[in-house]
């Protein structure tokens, strides 16, 4: 297994340590015997906790901040190459990597047994609930997710054994950088098309992460969604271990969803995981959606394989609450004559805005389904407007911000608004509207509410404090 001091006498320093991930992975070296030490553009609660548990942390952000010595400087992906301490690392000749390059390496130290969850779809969720199971199994493993999960202690953990559990995010290529040992390939599909050509060259980049897996020998395992249109062209060629998980029967692992009616009337829904056609763990879904129930599933199989035991993994799973942003219920409001529930979702993607949707409409069964969605990225809006156009359909009311603008040029903004995609909504029959700025909207759903309503805010943006500011303390 990885020793504690297995990065004993490295020094780095991390540009952006306040951020979730980097603060995460700045703990992982720390706890490994590294000297860590980092800045941020600006305080705030990750920041307090890092400099009162010892890290020194610079909010000034010069050259000068870089402690002598350092050994390697790590940056965030928001960090640019002209900024000052990358300048003046570069000027030293110290070595300067990005968070996945040192996650990577991570990984790689000797003992260590990386697990990466790719997928353009499901990464957190899915990482949080095989970290929840393996935690709860015995299996004590290191993670790094990027989102908030109270059961695993936040975005991070260290554990004991040698298993360090990851998203391996496909932005910027960056899982490339990672080693894992075990990964899997939740889903496929275009995005991030600002980074990619198309479909092809995201495709290629999945095979390429597929390709870093090490042989089967050697204990290399990929797990991959057996309905993707792209399994074959990402498999091809691959020393390591294949196998598919998915709802067709020709799975190697078959998820079958089982509705049943208990004696008091209400409706119940059990997951049930299949191999050659034998029954090898059921377990109540933690969260709705035929896709949290395949998230569940796919953490079954990398969690047995790491040595949990079917039984102990399905109590598990059951227990699972969830983590921020996806499907979180935020609270409840009171209107006239009764009270609507507010929901808070992360989805930015038409197939994850459409997933979500209609696991909401099935499983609370509102008396309108309103849906505020704010776009994340002009080049995503535009690349993806025909598809964004027919995933509300399962929305009674859809509310239109301004689009979130990060990392696009000006030219990109110009190119489409949040009025074009609410056209486009309209033209297929969906009653949407344009709502600005974006504090007047938990005003305008407090003045249409009616009761029985089930409010979701959706996005990768800010939109979330819509929600918190429509529960307005009424939270139940």
Avoid at 134 to 157: E, K, N, T, W
């Amino acid at each position: 297994m990885t020793t504690p001091d297995a990065m004993a006498g490295q020094r780095l320093h991390f540009v952006g340590i306040g951020g979730s991930g980097m603060s995460g992975l700045a703990r992982l070296c720390r706890d490994r015997g590294a000297r860590v030490t980092g800045s941020d553009r600006g305080g705030g609660p990750t920041v307090d906790a890092l400099v009162r548990d010892g890290f020194g942390v610079s909010l000034d952000q010069t050259a000068g901040v870089i402690p002598d010595g350092t050994d390697t400087v790590v940056i965030s992906a928001a960090i640019p190459y002209d900024h000052p301490e990358v300048v003046e690392a570069t000027r030293r000749g110290v070595d300067v990597v990005k968070y996945a390059g040192m996650l990577g390496r991570l990984m790689a130290l000797p003992g260590a047994l990386g697990v990466a969850v790719a997928g353009t779809h499901g990464k957190s969720s899915t990482t949080s609930m095989l970290a929840h199971a393996m935690i709860r199994c015995g299996l004590d493993p290191s993670v790094i997710v990027g989102a908030h999960c109270a059961q695993i202690g936040g975005g991070f953990r260290t554990g004991g054994s040698p298993l360090l559990v990851a998203e391996a995010c496909e932005y910027d290529r960056s899982f490339h950088a990672l080693s894992p040992t075990h990964g899997v390939i939740l889903n496929l599909e275009a995005d991030h098309l600002d980074i990619y050509d198309g479909i092809d060259a995201i495709v290629e980049s999945f095979a390429t992460f597929a390709h870093q897996l090490p042989s089967k020998d050697a204990g290399g395992y990929l797990l991959v969604q057996h309905e993707s249109p792209h399994r074959v062209a990402v498999t091809a060629g691959l020393r390591c271990e294949v196998e598919t998980i998915g709802f067709a029967p020709q799975a190697d692992w078959q998820v079958r969803l089982i509705d049943h009616t208990p004696d008091n009337g209400s409706t119940a829904r059990t997951v049930e995981l299949r191999r050659q056609g034998q029954t090898v763990c059921r377990w109540a879904p933690p969260l709705p959606g035929e896709h949290m129930a395949y998230n569940s599933a796919v953490a079954a199989v990398l969690a047995h394989r790491s040595g949990a035991a079917w039984d102990a993994l399905a109590d598990a799973l059951a227990s699972f609450t969830g983590l921020d942003r996806r499907m979180q219920r935020v609270g409840r409001r009171a209107v006239d004559g009764g009270h609507i529930d507010v929901v808070d979702d992360y989805g930015h993607h038409p197939t994850e805005v459409d997933t979500t949707l209609r696991a909401l409409r099935q499983h609370a069964n509102p008396t309108r389904l309103v849906c505020v969605f704010q776009p994340h990225q002009h080049s995503r809006t535009r690349h993806l407007l025909d598809q964004f156009a027919v995933s509300f359909h399962a929305a009674d009311v859809v509310i239109v911000p301004e689009i979130y603008f990060v990392r696009d040029s000006e030219a990109e903004r110009t190119s489409v608004t949040s009025a074009t995609l609410v056209e486009r909504l309209r033209d297929t029959g969906v009653n949407a509207m344009h709502v600005h700025p974006l504090d007047a909207i938990a005003d305008h759903l407090a003045a249409i509410a009616k009761p029985g309503d089930l409010v979701v805010t959706m996005g990768a943006g800010d939109v979330w404090k819509v929600a918190r500011e429509l529960v307005d303390g009424e939270s139940a």
